[in-house]
């Protein structure tokens, strides 16, 4: 029964142009994009340099090897990229919570009349929710790696672990977005794409220096703030591997997962009232 339900939510989301295009070709779009105005300028200096005389090959090794630092030092440009995707699929959460609410959607009458009960429903749409993002990332993974060349290393079971909380974490957020029924889905959505926007920004999106200056001048913010923590622990796996401070960045994590469970479920409890 649970994974009959489960089936019939994935389906429901996969029909939907709107989530089709957010998780999936926007991820893919802004990965193309920054990785052609980071690099593809570099890529077409080289090619230019190729066909220079012999005493000018010297440089152009230099600039290659000059190329490839700068491509290991841009690689956190794409880790962010991967967190924050985790965090604009909560557009499904958005959608998702709405046939729950009562403020938010007719349609919650009968959800709440069913013969199932309103914690099982929603399990079942946060599973549903957490698959379908985590195929979505998956499918981004495969372009930056295949597709874009980028390194990207880590044991994979660290990845799994970062990936999979950020994308609860994303899910949990578009729950709660979605449980005010005063907004439209509109505005929802535009709110967690600011939060989620604003967050990978400060966690080095634009710039990495501000990543390591939120780091140095704000260090528990950095630990208790979900979207910097899951990409300090991305960086952290990538750079040094699974030490000591990627385990308190899980945990951290873990945290402020259990308490995103705890608000959705009294905010699911209130809105039946």
Not at 35 to 46: D, I, V
Not at 136 to 146: A, E, M, S, T, V
Request: contains cysteine; charged residues 15%; glycine residues 8%.
């Amino acid at each position: 029964m649970f994974i009959r339900l489960i089936k019939i939510r994935l389906g429901m989301l996969i029909r939907q142009k709107e989530v089709l295009f957010w998780s999936i070709i926007f991820p893919i779009f802004l990965s193309g994009f920054l990785y052609l105005s980071a690099m593809g300028g570099n890529k077409a200096q080289t090619a230019i340099s190729s066909e220079l005389q012999i005493q000018e090959n010297v440089l152009y090794v230099e600039k290659v090897f000059k190329d490839v630092q700068e491509i290991e030092h841009n690689r956190l440009y794409f880790l962010t990229i991967i967190i924050l995707m985790c965090y604009i699929t909560g557009f499904t959460g958005i959608q998702e919570i709405e046939a729950y609410s009562l403020k938010a959607s007719a349609k919650a009458v009968r959800h709440i009349l069913a013969p199932i009960s309103m914690a099982y429903q929603t399990l079942n749409s946060l599973c549903a929710c957490w698959l379908f993002s985590m195929g979505c990332i998956g499918i981004l993974l495969i372009h930056i790696r295949g597709i874009l060349s980028i390194t990207l290393s880590g044991n994979i079971m660290g990845w799994l672990l970062v990936i999979g909380l950020g994308t609860l974490s994303g899910i949990l957020c578009g729950m709660i977005m979605g449980n005010n029924g005063r907004c439209k889905r509109a505005t929802k959505q535009g709110l967690m794409a600011v939060f989620a926007v604003g967050s990978c920004i400060l966690g080095g999106l634009v710039n990495p220096s501000i990543k390591f200056q939120m780091d140095y001048n704000f260090p528990v913010l950095s630990k208790i703030y979900p979207p910097l923590a899951l990409i300090d622990a991305l960086h952290t796996l990538n750079t040094y591997g699974m030490t000591q401070r990627f385990y308190k960045d899980i945990l951290a994590i873990i945290l402020m997962n259990a308490i995103g469970i705890g608000i959705l479920s009294f905010l699911l409890r209130r809105n039946r009232l």
